[in-house]
């Protein structure tokens, strides 16, 4: 990969993770690069037993 390919990539990836999406369990827009840390955390707390079920997220 050239570098200029390689910078146009990486720029647009980073655009992405920079762009909102609605989470439908927290009801809040969040940055899709947030999104890994979201779901990361609420594993967490369905493994302390602070939530019944982990609600996965669902890209629609």
């Known amino acids: 990969m050239t570098d200029d390919a390689r910078k146009l990539v990486l720029t647009a990836y980073q655009e992405r ?31 302390r037993g602070d939530l019944d079920a982990y609600p996965p997220f669902l890209w629609k």
């Not at 690069?33 to 979201?38: D, E, R, S, T, V």
């Open 17 to 47: 993770k920079r762009e909102e999406l609605l989470h439908t369990f927290i009801d809040e827009k969040a940055p899709i690069g947030m999104l890994p840390i979201l779901q990361s955390q609420l594993i967490a707390r369905h493994l």
